[in-house]
């Protein structure tokens, strides 16, 4: 995990992994409500919906950047208090 600013002074934390990475068309749909690549069953794909809401209702947001084959990286801003 890493933490910092944006150019615009937000607050961010990175969070890294070094799993498989995501395809660009995953990407896109990421997170869309109920997008899964789980098997059925076990996943309900609401995870990163209910997670980027969430940092939109505290006036933020959620990126990520990822590759396939070079593991993903989540991006949380959030504008400084005050
Ligand atoms: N760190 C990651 N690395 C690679 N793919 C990811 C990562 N996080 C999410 N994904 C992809 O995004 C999809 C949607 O993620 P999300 O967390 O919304 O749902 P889920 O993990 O499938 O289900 P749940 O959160 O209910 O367990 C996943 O199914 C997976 O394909
Ligand atoms: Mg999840």
Redesign the pocket.
């Known amino acids: 995990m890493k933490t910092g600013r944006s150019e615009e002074g937000w607050v961010q934390v990175a969070v890294e ?1 070094t ?4 395809s660009e068309e ?1 990407l896109s749909r ?2 869309t409500p109920f ?4 098997p059925p069953g ?8 209910i997670c980027r809401q969430i940092a939109e209702r505290m006036g933020g947001r959620i990126d990520v950047r ?1 590759r396939p084959g070079e ?2 990286t ?1 991006i949380l801003s959030l504008k400084p208090a005050g």
Do not use: Q
């Open positions: 992994d799993g498989p990475g995501i995953n990421l997170f997008f899964s690549t789980k076990e996943g309900t794909g609401l995870g990163l919906f990822s593991g993903a989540f």
